[in-house]
């Protein structure tokens, strides 16, 4: 398989420019191409002989968009298809003071949460860096007359952590100066949960802000709804968090979905509250989703206004995350199981 052009850094474009034979300047009109999503067609400042070599060995765009839905708040969902012909979603989202996209960073998603549609079919295979960035290139060339895109989340489909070198690859060319060049601070990484990347985040430079899905605040319960919670305890997950905090002096953020009845009561609000004691965090509370194969309930509003009641006057910083574009199959993965459905193609297999 050829690779994206939108996996490489200057300095890589700078080999590749230099092993085609050409001067080294244009690699930097390469990366504006790179960085406007074109198609080599519209690489016209370039020799034709230079595209005709890269067109042989690399891919300019390796997304093509499949379909997509507008919500009525504005929310974009694309389904794009790679150059390998796999199904991904990405979100546009748009904010008065800066629009957001929300990107996939693998096909399918190996950790089986009970709740998330992603992880429905299991993983199929990891993205490349060049492949999470094209979804934010080619959405950023769609909204460019819109104040383009200023923030990233990487809240899709698949598991950073889980996909962790092209996670950290991905972060470098995103905010690299001579890229796209989103500040690491509007960057936000979710994960279900590995500790020891978490460790290796920080170390490796990411001081963004670091999202944990935590969603029940004992092993006993999480064990019920995570699979990944069979392998780390949350008092791990909270002390990696906390090294997290001491090493970058972000505040990180914890996810937690409310399911009515199985987590959303007075006594799940105190255990929370204990285990984050010591913890710099902010508390968003996500009213789940209610997906196709999966009986869970939403909390009602009620019970989760006052769930966030309850935690704020136990001293905690929480609110209850505004659902954008729930009317266009908002939680993760809906619009490819969806899309997948209707054409009946299969997905991956759960190792
Ligand atoms: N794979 C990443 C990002 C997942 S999506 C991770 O595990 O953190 C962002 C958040 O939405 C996560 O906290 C995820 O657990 C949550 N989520 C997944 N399915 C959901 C659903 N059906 N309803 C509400 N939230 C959901």
Redesign the pocket.
């Known amino acids: 398989m050829k690779q994206a052009l939108s996996d490489f850094s200057l300095s890589e474009l700078e080999e590749i420019v230099a092993a085609a034979g050409e001067k080294k300047y244009r690699a930097g009109q390469l990366m504006r191409h790179i960085v406007a999503y074109d198609s080599f067609d519209e690489y016209t400042d370039l020799p034709k002989s230079f595209i005709a070599y890269l067109k042989e060995r690399y891919i300019d765009r390796p997304l093509t968009e499949k379909t997509r839905v507008t919500a009525s708040d504005g929310a974009v969902r694309y389904l794009f298809e790679t150059a390998s012909g796999d199904l991904i979603e990405s979100v546009f989202l748009p904010h008065g003071y800066g629009n957001s996209v929300c990107v996939s960073c693998q096909v399918g998603?190996a950790?089986g949460?009970v709740?998330?549609?992603?992880g429905e079919f299991g993983l199929k295979r990891n993205l490349t860096a060049g492949e999470i960035l094209a979804q934010v290139l080619f959405i950023a060339r769609e909204v460019k007359d819109k104040g383009g895109v200023k923030k990233i989340v990487?809240?899709?489909s698949?598991?950073?952590l889980h996909n962790y070198e092209q996670t950290v690859k991905f972060v470098k060319l995103v905010t690299s100066p001579q890229g796209i060049n989103i500040g690491m601070r509007s960057i936000s990484v979710?994960?279900?949960g590995l500790p020891d990347k978490i460790d290796m985040l920080y170390k490796d430079g990411f001081s963004g802000t670091l999202?944990l899905?935590l969603?029940a605040a004992t092993d006993t319960k999480r064990i019920k709804i995570m699979k990944i919670a069979e392998r780390y305890t949350v008092k791990q997950l909270v002390d990696a968090l906390k090294r997290f905090f001491d090493n970058t002096g972000r505040r990180v953020v914890i996810?937690y979905?409310l399911i009515g009845g199985f987590n959303d009561t007075e006594e799940d609000a105190v255990a929370l509250k204990n285990l984050l004691k010591g913890l710099c965090c902010h508390v968003n509370l996500?009213p789940?989703?209610?997906?196709d194969n999966c009986d869970l309930k939403p909390s009602s509003r009620k019970n989760a206004d006052a769930f966030c009641k309850t935690l704020c006057r136990l001293g905690l910083s929480a609110t209850v995350r505004r659902s954008m574009g729930s009317d266009v199959a908002g939680?993760?993965g809906q619009l490819k199981n969806r899309t997948v459905m209707l054409e009946k193609k299969e997905g991956g297999v759960r190792p």
């Not at 789940?288 to 997906?291: I, K």
């Open positions: 998603c950790m949460c709740f998330c549609a992603s990487m809240m899709g698949g598991s950073p979710s994960t279900c999202s899905s969603h996810e979905i996500i789940l989703n209610p997906t939680a993760c």
